[in-house]
Structures are given as structure tokens and as C-alpha cells.
């Protein structure tokens, strides 16, 4: 589903990803895990066709971003951890033109619509302006409109940070539909025990490089994915 | 504390001023860009120099120099409540950071002082632009005096002044806004209206300045008889000391009244949600539309849905259409009237003035950057576009759609009616409307052009790249300047006649090459944004 292959993302002077290749398949809730500035979130922004990089490549679905990036974008979904959206627009504007961009018809969009925010507790405030909106609905706004595009990939950065525990567990349920539905899930968080709860495998990544990556049982092992973070952290720090 | 705040208000400001290549991080056009805005400073400023001399040879000969200075200062209390009263409101109440540094143990007065600075910078820019020339004049026509240090710093007592009746409207603006329900709408209104009053003060201000100047003396006695204070502060400028020191309280008491009245009430302001009506969600069948309308249609709704948006970048687009109106009117008035004028001028000139209405509408039609802020006002949501299946091409595409579509019906009416009322042939009312046409198409592209040149994306408050960014000044300046260079050209070329209905290949040859640039190399710098 997500090929990427020897990223390499410089600013300036500096490589905030470095040589770094995964592959997540299809049907996976894929973790990624990091310290702050670990860059997680340019992997995950480079993958999603925002950031342009310097060396190596992202395929998905086989196809590569540099050569086709408007199919890779149409069958991806992109989360960000502080999602800006539209303030000009009201709740309904905004997804109603995330449909329109993504070629869904005027039934099932309104199906959708209708279903995702009837299950965020949304629709009644799809009608008030975006900027009336507080950071969880806004967070809920942003993941109903990668929902109602049913998307082969979804890349999400800190997706629970902000949302209340319903939201959390339903966004958890949902992360788990879409793998089973043959999509994939390739997220970042800080919250180790969501992590090993959720991701069928994980990869941890320390200043641009990764470290580790496998499946949870391979990388958690008996110790648990927080032992085994902070003894890699640890182990790094005094090298 | 003070000096902190004060200190990121200022790197905000020069942030604004000197955006830096988003990729290399360097700055860049510094240099270029202060010297534009130094042109246009001097420029402004020598339009007060007329006034100037006309209150002098009134006043000066009558002894009577401090209602010269008062009649100045009038004005140049008017220019700078005028021009800065708009941003006010939006960079007092409205700015992004107002919660973050409202959850700090900073007291709000702190806070509303550091933002009245910038406002106060921005007054006395204007204001400036009117007492400086005031100062000048006075100096050439009364000689150097003694007290000309004194003047100078009155400058400062007098921009305190215009600071305090700025924020006391922009604080009116907000208590009407936060408790209004559909607030684009209300700022927008209120705004228009404000406007209007001034464009009533402005079109009266000629014979308003003749009677003042014809009635001097009767003026000074009224206001020496009458209105003492007036008088004692004006002596502030004459060199008197009681003066001067009556201006520097008078002017620091009211503005430390002002902060305080205004910093009981900044939250309110600043956080008051009460005009928002929480009313459930009604669904309407939705529709589908493609991309490309999609993307246009969000460009209107940013549009008319950013108060700021509409009243700097869409103003001339009121105007035109209210001229439009007003001409329509009075048709046959306005007919008779420039058909006399053009009668009583040599044959050659009519010629000329021919290409008048493209010219005007063009100069009308370059108030109206509305592409010029477009890409910087994606600010922190810029990630969407970059994410969507859309080309920056689609993406270019809508922002000019947005302003062709804003532009083009005002442009042509406009020019096609003064072309009626000039009565010139329908060819040359043709050749009008399409160089009027060819105007709005440079300005659409060259905004573009210079929003992806100097991107402002940081931003606290929209207004900032709306009003303040340099790409929104360089595109009105140079769209002028294509004006200017027109009308010179054609004034040039005025006995070869038949060459004029060409001029319009300069604006639409260069909309071509910027356009050819932004849909190729274009696409690279958009992506790297």
C-alpha cells in the first residue's frame, strides 16, 4: 500500500529524514513512534505529497508520488495533529467541498455526511461557522472529511490528541474497519499504550533515522513497547 | 514584561514588511521595497504641500500662525484616524495571538498598549504625511524658528491624540461587531458607511478649504473668543511653552484614560462569542460540483466572508459600481456636461482623451489586488490545498477566476458608459472596454505573481497580508505605474493617433508572460511553499 524507500528531507543544513525506508501492506494499523522533532510528522507530510523531498521515493498503491501525485492524493487521507481548516466556511461548506474535490456524488456524500457526524455528535453544529469551532470539533470536522472519501491510506499525526474518549474509541474502531476493508493506517502518536493496543506493527525513528520496525510482537516483545522505547532512548542518549 | 511584548509586536511588524523565502529562510526585497514605500510616502505628502501654502498666505499674514497649525493638525488628525481606523479593531481585538497572551500572567492593559503601539506607528505614518509638508511650508514662509525642535516632537502629542479617537472608534467597531449576529456582514456595513462619510468630508473639502482660507481673520477671532483650549493647544506649534506643555498632557492623560477604559473591556471584546446564533443544523440537499468550481467557489466565500478582504481589495469594485449607478442617473446631466468641456478643447486633445475611460477604469480596476493576498491568506491551512488531488494550476486558476469575475462586469460597465458619456464611436468605446479588459487581466496575474514571490503565511491576523504585505503594495504600485506609463505613452504618441488602440498589448503581453511563468515554473514554487 505505502512503499517509502530511502527518504531522505533536508531543511537548510539539516536532514530531518535520513535514508528512511518502510513498506506498509494492506490491512495494517501501522505505528510510528518518536521523540519530539524525531521527524515523524515530515514522513508523514511527505507521504501525504505536502512536503517535497530531496532523495529516494514514496510509492502507493505502486504508484510513485514524484511521477503521479494527483492519484496518489486521490486515494489518501491526511490527518494533521492541529488541523487549520477553513474558518471562512461553515461545518457542511467545508465537507461539501471536500466531496466536490474528491468526486463523491450528491447521494452518497450525503450519506456519509449524515453518518459520520450523527457518530461524532457533529451535526448539529454543521451548519455554525469553522471558526466558532472549538479544537475537537475541528479535529472531529477534519476526520469526517477524510471518512465520507473512503480512502485506500489514511496518515494520521497525533490523531487522539484533542478528541473527547467516545471520539477516541470510535476513531479506534474505525482505524480498525478500514484495514479490514483491505485499506491501511499509518499514524504517528506519543501514547505508547495506544500504540501497542492498536498497531499491528510499529517503527521508531530517532533523529531521522529509523531504529526499529516489524510487527508489535516482534518490537514489544514481552517488555512492552514502553520498556523497549525508553531503553532504545536511553541506549541512544548515552552512545 | 513591556519590552518582551514590545519587542515580538515589532518582529511582527518587520516580519511583514521583509517576508523571507520560504525555502532559503533569507530575506528578501528588503531594499526594494522600502524604497517604494518611501516614494509613496513623499508622494502623498506633497499633495499637502498645495494646502499648506493655501493656509499660510491666509493665516501667516494675519499674525494668525497657530490657526494655520490648527487647521493642519485638523487634517492630519482626519488622515490618520482615516487611515488607520480600519486596521484598529482587527489588530487590537482580532489578532491570533490574543488567547495565548491573555492565559499569561500579563495584565490586558500590557497587552493593549503593545498592540496600540502599532497602531499608533501606523497613525503616525499618516499623519506625518500631513504635518510634515505643514512644517515645511510654515518654515519657508515664516523662516526657521527657534522652536522648530518643538514642532517636531508636537508631531508625537498630536499622533497620541489621534491614537486616542482611533481606538475609541475601532473600540466602537468591536462592541457593535461581538454582538452582532452575522459579523463579515456588520464589519463590512459599518465600515462602508464610515467610508462613505469620509468620501462625503473629502468631495466638500475644496470649497471647504476656500471659505476657510477667504474668512482667516473671522476663523481666529471665533476660535479665540470661543473656543480658548483650541487655541492654546494650537500655540503649542508657535513656540509658546504653556501651549506646548498643555498639548503633552493633554494628549498623555487622554491616551492613559483611553488604555484604561479600553483594557476593562478588551476581553469582552476580544473574546465575545454572542453574535454567534447556535441554531441546529438544518440539511439541504447537497449538489456536486467539479474541481474547478469547487475551488472558485471557495474563493468566494473567503471573499465575502473576510470583512478585511472585501473593503481593501474589492473597494474600487463599490465605487465603480456606485459611479455606475450615479451615472445611469444623471446620464444626460453628465453628458451635456463633458460634451461642453470637450467642445472648449483643441481637436488634437480629443483624440487623446479618447482613451480617458480605459485609463480610469484601469487606475480603478488596480485597487482591486484581490489575487495579491490570495495565496498568503491560506496561511496554516495551506496544508489542505497541498494535500487535495488538485494541480497548483486549479488552484491559480480559481484565485483568478475569483478576481475576473469581481472585475470584469465593473471594468466594462464603467468604461462602455463614460464611453457614452464622452459620446465616442462604438469603435473606440470598443477599444476601451478591451484595454480596460487587458488592465484587470495584468492585475489578476501580476497579484498572483507577486503573492507566490513574497508569500506572508505566518500571520496573526488576516488583515496583516491584506493590508501590510508587500506583495498587495507592489501589485497596486505597479499596476499605477502601467497607468502612468500608458497615459505618458499615449501623450506621446499623440500625433501618430491611429498607434494608441495598440497600447493595450503592453498590459496583455505582460499578463501572458507572468501567466506563462505562474502555470510553469509556477507549479515548483507553489509546492515549496
Given amino acids: ?239 | 514584561m513591556f519590552k518582551a511584548l514590545l519587542k515580538k509586536q515589532l518582529l511582527e511588524l518587520k516580519e511583514v514588511y521583509t517576508p523571507r523565502n520560504r525555502k532559503s529562510k533569507k530575506k528578501t526585497g528588503t531594499k526594494g521595497f522600502v524604497i517604494l514605500f518611501a516614494i509613496l510616502t513623499v508622494s502623498v505628502s506633497f499633495s499637502f504641500v498645495g494646502m499648506g501654502f493655501l493656509f499660510a498666505d491666509a493665516f501667516l499674514p494675519l499674525g494668525l500662525d497657530w490657526v494655520y497649525f490648527m487647521m493642519m493638525s485638523a487634517i492630519a488628525l482626519i488622515v490618520s484616524i482615516v487611515g488607520s481606523v480600519f486596521s484598529a479593531y482587527s489588530i487590537l481585538y482580532n489578532a491570533k495571538d490574543n488567547e495565548f497572551l491573555m492565559a499569561m500572567p500579563i495584565p490586558p492593559a500590557t497587552i493593549l498598549s503593545v498592540r496600540l503601539i502599532a497602531v499608533f506607528l501606523s497613525g503616525f505614518l499618516f499623519e506625518c504625511m500631513a504635518l510634515v509638508p505643514a512644517i515645511i511650508v510654515y518654515a519657508i514662509r515664516a523662516g526657521i524658528k527657534w522652536y522648530l525642535p518643538l514642532q517636531v516632537i508636537d508631531l508625537v502629542w498630536i499622533g497620541l491624540l489621534a491614537l486616542v479617537l482611533t481606538s475609541l472608534l475601532g473600540y466602537l467597531v468591536g462592541l457593535v461587531v461581538a454582538h452582532a449576529r452575522h459579523k463579515s456582514l456588520t464589519t463590512i456595513v459599518v465600515s462602508l458607511v464610515l467610508l462613505a462619510l469620509y468620501y462625503f468630508i473629502y468631495f466638500r473639502l475644496n470649497s471647504f478649504l476656500q471659505a476657510i482660507a477667504t474668512n482667516a481673520a473671522l476663523i481666529g477671532e471665533s476660535v479665540s473668543g470661543k473656543a480658548k483650549p483650541i487655541m492654546w493647544l494650537s500655540q503649542a506649534f508657535t513656540g509658546n511653552l504653556w501651549g506646548f506643555l498643555l498639548l503633552m498632557v493633554t494628549s498623555v492623560v487622554l491616551m492613559g484614560l483611553t488604555v484604561l477604559l479600553l483594557s476593562r473591556h478588551f476581553g469582552k471584546i476580544a473574546f465575545t462569542n454572542k453574535g454567534v446564533k447556535k441554531t441546529a443544523y438544518v440539511a439541504r440537499p447537497l449538489h456536486q460540483k467539479g474541481v474547478a468550481s469547487a475551488l472558485v467557489r471557495r474563493e468566494f466565500v473567503r471573499f465575502f466572508q473576510t470583512p478585511a478582504y472585501v473593503l481593501n481589495c474589492g473597494l474600487g469594485i463599490i465605487i465603480s459600481l456606485a459611479l455606475c449607478v450615479y451615472a445611469v442617473v444623471r446620464f444626460n446631466f453628465l453628458k451635456s456636461g463633458l460634451e461642453s468641456v470637450l467642445a472648449a478643447l483643441p481637436p488634437e486633445w480629443k483624440d487623446l482623451l479618447a482613451f480617458v475611460p480605459a485609463l480610469g477604469a484601469g487606475f480603478m480596476g488596480s485597487m482591486n489586488v484581490i489575487t495579491a493576498p490570495s495565496i498568503s491568506l491560506e496561511g496554516n491551512s495551506l496544508w489542505l490545498l497541498k494535500s487535495m488531488p488538485v494541480t497548483s494550476a486549479q488552484v491559480f486558476s480559481a484565485k483568478q477566476a475569483l478576481h475576473l469575475y469581481l472585475n470584469l462586469p465593473p471594468v466594462i460597465l464603467t468604461t462602455a458608459l463614460v464611453s457614452a458619456l464622452m459620446g465616442l464611436t462604438v469603435w473606440e468605446g470598443i477599444i476601451n472596454v478591451v484595454y480596460g479588459m487587458s488592465l484587470v487581466g495584468f492585475t489578476s496575474a501580476m497579484g498572483l505573481y507577486m503573492g507566490l514571490k513574497k508569500p506572508l503565511l505566518d500571520w496573526t491576523n488576516e488583515a496583516v497580508p491584506i493590508k501590510q504585505s508587500a506583495s498587495v503594495a507592489i501589485t497596486m504600485f505597479g499596476a499605477w505605474a502601467i497607468v502612468i506609463a500608458e497615459a505618458v505613452a499615449a501623450y506621446l504618441l499623440r500625433n501618430s493617433i491611429n498607434l494608441i488602440p495598440y497600447l493595450f498589448i503592453l498590459p496583455l503581453g505582460l499578463c501572458a508572460v507572468l501567466n506563462r511563468h505562474l502555470y510553469t515554473r509556477g507549479d515548483r514554487e507553489f509546492r515549496d511553499l
Fill in chain 1, 1 to 239: 500500500m505505502l512503499n517509502i524507500s530511502h527518504l531522505t528531507k533536508i531543511y537548510g543544513s539539516v536532514k530531518a529524514v535520513d535514508d528512511l525506508s518502510l513498506r506498509i501492506r494492506p490491512g495494517v494499523i501501522y505505528g510510528f513512534i518518536g521523540h519530539n522533532g524525531a521527524g515523524k510528522t515530515t514522513t508523514l507530510k511527505s507521504c501525504a505529497g505536502i512536503l517535497n523531498f530531496e532523495e529516494g521515493d514514496i510509492e502507493i498503491a505502486g504508484v510513485s508520488i514524484k511521477k503521479d501525485p494527483l492519484y496518489c492524493k486521490r486515494n489518501t487521507a491526511f490527518l494533521p495533529d492541529n488541523p487549520d481548516i477553513y474558518g471562512f466556511m461553515t461545518g457542511i461548506q467545508f465537507l461539501n467541498f471536500i466531496a466536490d474535490i474528491y468526486s463523491i456524488d450528491a447521494k452518497t456524500r450525503q450519506e456519509r455526511i449524515d453518518k459520520y457526524s450523527e457518530m461524532f455528535e457533529l451535526r448539529d453544529s454543521l451548519g455554525q461557522s469553522v471558526s466558532a469551532y472549538s479544537h475537537g470539533m475541528k479535529q472531529k470536522l477534519a476526520l469526517i472529511s477524510v471518512l465520507i472519501r473512503e480512502p485506500k491510506l489514511v496518515m494520521m499525526d497525533e490523531p487522539f490528541v484533542g478528541l473527547d474518549p467516545i471520539a477516541s474509541h470510535l476513531l479506534k474502531q474505525l482505524m480498525r474497519e478500514i484495514c479490514d476493508k483491505g485499506g491501511a493506517i499509518f499514524f504517528s502518536t506519543h501514547v505508547l499504550e495506544v500504540a501497542q493496543k492498536l498497531c499491528d506493527e510499529v517503527a521508531i525513528i530517532r533523529k531521522g533515522k529509523l531504529v526499529k520496525c516489524g510487527s508489535m510482537e516482534e518490537i514489544a516483545g514481552d517488555a512492552g513497547l514502553e520498556s523497549v522505547f525508553l531503553e532504545m532512548e536511553g541506549e541512544t542518549q548515552n552512545v
